[in-house]
Structures are given as C-alpha cells and as structure tokens.
C-alpha cells in the first residue's frame, strides 16, 4: 500500500470514529441506558440478572478506570471495519473516503452514531448480522483474518444478549434451509460455519456465567418476558380469571391488581417485589406464560403478529437515553464512584438530549429504507442491480421480521429493539442508491469488481 494511500485510510479512520463517538463527545460522558447499570453490576455483585450476560458487563468492568471511553471507541472502530469489508465485498473496495461518506450519511440520517456511543450491547446485533451475511455469502471475498474474526464476533454479539442470539439462530436455520436448496451459492460447509458462530457464542455464555457464579447455567429472562408480553396482551389477566382461585398460583392473590404494561410489573411494581422479583416468579411466571398459551391459542396468535407488526415499525432513535435512568446512576455509585463527577456533569443527566428532531429525519428515512430493501432485492435478483445487493437486501429483511417476532411477538415492542438493527436497511439503501448513480452515469465498475459482483 503506498504511502498515500496509507494516509488517507487513516484520514478515514479517524474522521469516521470520530463521527460515530460524537454523540458521546458532545454529552462529555458515553451515553448511557437503564440496562447499562445491569450490565456493570454483573462481576461486582456475582449475579446473574434477567438478560445481562456477563460478557459485555467484564468490558465495561475493565474500562472503568478510562470512564468507558475505550468501550464506545472499540465500537465505533469495530463499526468502520465491518461497513469497510462490506463495502470492499460489494465492489468497492480500495475507496477509504467512500467509507468514511458513507459513515458520515449514516451518522446524520440513521440512529448508526447513537448506539455506537451508548454503553449497551446495541451495536452489536446489526454488525453481527452483516457479518453473518458476509461470513456465508461472500466468504470467498474474506481473507483468513476476516473470516474467523467474523465467527469470533458473531459469538461475542450472540453473548452479549439473549435476542441477538435468538434472531442469529433464526437466521441459522433459514441458512440451513436454503443450503437444501442451492448448495452452489450457499454450500453446506458456509452454513456450518455460521452454526459453529453461534453455538460457540452459547458456549461463552455458558462459561462466562460459571465464572460469575460457579454453575453451568443460562441468563434468566427468556420466559419471563414471554410472561410480559402475555400480561400486557391481557391473555395472563384471561387465564387467572378462569383458572383461580388456586393455592399453588401466587397470582391468584394479586390478579385485580396486575398493571397492564410489562414494564411496569417488571421494574415498577410493589407487589413483584413483595414476591421475590425474579429470584422468586421466574418458575410461576412461566407455568402461567405456557398455560396461557395452551388455554387460548388463538388469543396469543393474534397478539403475536401484531406485537411483531407494531415491532417491525417501532424504529425511532433515543428510547431510554433519557436523565431519570436511577439503577444505573445507583450502580455507578456504588462500583464506579470516580466517575460521578463526570458522569453529572454530561448533558443527558442534565436533561438536554431531545430526539424530536432527530426523529424527524431517522425515522422516515428507516420507514423508507425498509420498503425499498424488497424493491432492492427484486432488482438485485432479476440483474437490474448486481446479484449481491439482492442477496444482502434479502438477508436484511429476514433479520428485521426475525427481530420484529423476537422482540415484539415474544417480548413487547419497543423502538429501542427496532432502532439497533434499522440502520442496515439504511446503509443497504444507500449501497443500492450509489450503483444505481453508477449505472445511470455510465460509469463502470472495475473489472475486479464485476467478476466479485456477478458470483
């Protein structure tokens, strides 16, 4: 690589992680969320808690002394490189200002910046997912390097939270499905790959929870918020009518008083707390949950699909960057008092950080990023635009339905759950956009770059 060349991709480099921490930058302090206090308590206190798993927790824990900053800057690098490889694996690579551009459009028009500069495992549900995609459709176009670092980092994002795992094993099996069907584009030993990827990321969770507390065990929280997405459907509320009084069901006790949002009973509610939280319902919970379920069918059936509707389209950027976030402020307190100061002087715990506007832009831009993707796919398919783009819009729309089921059909919809994986539909959009430009200008791909395009 010449020397010019050289500069400019650290020129790229540091302009784009210095976009994508800006948020942070402007705050003075990384952002932070409800569950980030959850995360940083882990190794501290020796628990497990509902769908906090200790890997991304023992990050955090290491890089108390540097108040995070090296957490959302390994983010944000981790960022350019996987948008760098994608870019290069779709025919442009060698372009470092490219991908310093497209980072800086995403920054402005996509929620990309403000999970990338958050302390939350956000980040990494988008990037494993393109990486998956990367890993199986475009393996040829990987070095050595590439190739297990991706498999490294899809267990790491599989680790790190409960829904990236359940949507990467969703994508998993549709891999194994369509391997049936074209072993020539998708031969059976990429499949087994991204199988291996994700059962070594269940394997991390597994070890890392025995080092936090001496057991093979898995982080609670699968059925406990399926039991939150049925109480707040009312379908629990149906099922204790019907079914109590009954001495073995401690709900029976409190049913005129259950709240109808999940929310609410899982972080607000006395009578959860009178019963042992967690700790003590986790078992009731889910003999409710999978009653309810048994009993009324059709009930959970609706409710599903259109928790998985509301889902699909809650995508708005900010949700729970908020200045009332008091586990996490109480954690910081107690594990990371150093950081105080600092942490009380950031603009988001002084109440300065507002979306509205910021959505105004995000959130039609993800609405019309995600309706284009089939309109990509169809063109990518039929040759108007290459066979990759098609491949990857493809990719992108299953893990956006698998994502919506996850968590709207099987927990409750929040935009914070849209929000993390939608900037992949922008960034896929803006792909399609720039060949179309190509196209109509009459410019051509180089050679390399057709023959990478056409396979």
């Given at each position: 690589m010449r020397s010019r060349d050289r500069a400019l991709w650290a020129l790229s480099i540091v302009l784009s992680t210095l976009l994508l921490i800006a948020p942070a930058l402007w705050n003075g302090f990384p952002l932070l969320e409800y569950d980030t206090g959850g995360y940083l308590a882990r190794w501290y206190e020796g628990t497990l808690l509902i769908n906090r798993p200790l890997i991304?927790?023992?990050?955090?824990?290491?890089?108390?002394?540097?108040?995070?900053?090296?957490?959302?800057?390994?983010?944000?690098?981790?960022?350019?490189?996987?948008?760098?490889?994608a870019l290069r694996t779709h025919g442009y690579g060698g372009r470092p200002m490219l991908v310093f551009g497209m980072i800086?459009?995403?920054?402005?028009?996509?929620?990309?910046?403000?999970?990338?500069?958050?302390?939350?495992?956000?980040?990494?549900?988008?990037?494993?997912?393109?990486?998956?995609?990367?890993l199986l459709a475009r393996?040829?176009?990987?070095?050595?390097?590439?190739?297990?670092?991706?498999?490294?980092?899809?267990?790491?994002?599989?680790?790190?939270h409960s829904a990236t795992l359940a949507v990467m094993m969703m994508l998993s099996a549709a891999s194994i499905v369509l391997t049936l069907f074209d072993r020539v584009r998708l031969p059976r030993i990429r499949v087994a790959q991204g199988v291996l990827a994700i059962a070594l990321g269940a394997v991390i969770v597994l070890g890392t929870n025995f080092m936090l507390v001496k057991r093979l065990t898995w982080t609670p929280g699968g059925s406990s918020m399926?039991?939150?997405?049925?109480?707040?459907?009312?379908?629990?509320?149906?099922?204790?009518?019907?079914?109590?009084?009954?001495?073995?069901?401690?709900?029976?006790?409190?049913?005129?008083?259950?709240?109808d949002n999940a929310d609410d009973w899982f972080w607000a509610n006395k009578d959860f707390d009178a019963l042992g939280r967690f700790a003590g319902?986790?078992?009731?919970?889910?003999?409710?949950?999978?009653?309810?379920?048994?009993?009324?069918?059709?009930?959970?059936?609706?409710?599903?699909?259109?928790?998985?509707?509301?889902?699909?389209?809650?995508?708005?950027?900010g949700e729970g960057v908020v200045n009332w976030i008091w586990h996490t402020y109480f954690i910081v307190k107690d594990w990371a008092p150093q950081l105080q100061p600092a942490m009380w002087a950031a603009r988001q715990q002084k109440g300065e950080i507002s979306f509205t506007a910021i959505n105004a832009v995000h959130y039609p831009v993800a609405l019309i990023s995600m309706a284009f993707l089939p309109v990509i796919l169809i063109m990518g398919w039929s040759g108007r635009l290459p066979r990759a783009?098609?491949?990857?819009?493809?990719?992108?729309?299953?893990?956006?339905?698998?994502?919506?089921?996850?968590?709207?059909?099987?927990?409750?919809?929040?935009?914070?759950?849209?929000?993390?994986?939608?900037?992949?539909?922008?960034?896929?959009?803006?792909?399609?956009?720039?060949?179309?430009?190509?196209?109509?200008?009459?410019?051509?791909?180089?050679?390399t770059a057709r023959d990478i395009l056409a396979t």
């Open positions: 991304y927790g023992l990050l955090l824990t290491a890089n108390v002394p540097f108040a995070f900053w090296p957490v959302i800057i390994f983010q944000s690098l981790l960022t350019f490189w996987i948008l760098a490889v800086a459009v995403l920054s402005v028009v996509s929620t990309l910046p403000w999970i990338t500069a958050i302390l939350l495992t956000d980040i990494y549900s988008g990037l494993a997912i393109l990486a998956f995609y990367m393996s040829e176009q990987l070095t050595r390097f590439e190739h297990w670092t991706f498999v490294l980092l899809i267990a790491c994002a599989c680790a790190s399926y039991f939150g997405r049925m109480l707040q459907a009312g379908i629990v509320t149906k099922y204790l009518n019907k079914n109590c009084p009954d001495p073995s069901i401690k709900l029976c006790a409190i049913k005129d008083r259950l709240p319902m986790t078992a009731e919970m889910q003999k409710v949950a999978f009653g309810a379920a048994a009993e009324f069918p059709l009930d959970v059936l609706t409710s599903t699909v259109e928790a998985t509707a509301a889902q699909l389209v809650a995508v708005r950027s783009f098609g491949d990857l819009a493809f990719v992108c729309i299953l893990a956006l339905l698998a994502n919506a089921f996850v968590c709207g059909g099987l927990a409750n919809p929040h935009d914070r759950y849209g929000a993390r994986i939608v900037w992949l539909a922008v960034f896929i959009a803006g792909l399609a956009l720039l060949r179309l430009h190509e196209q109509r200008a009459g410019s051509a791909a180089p050679a």
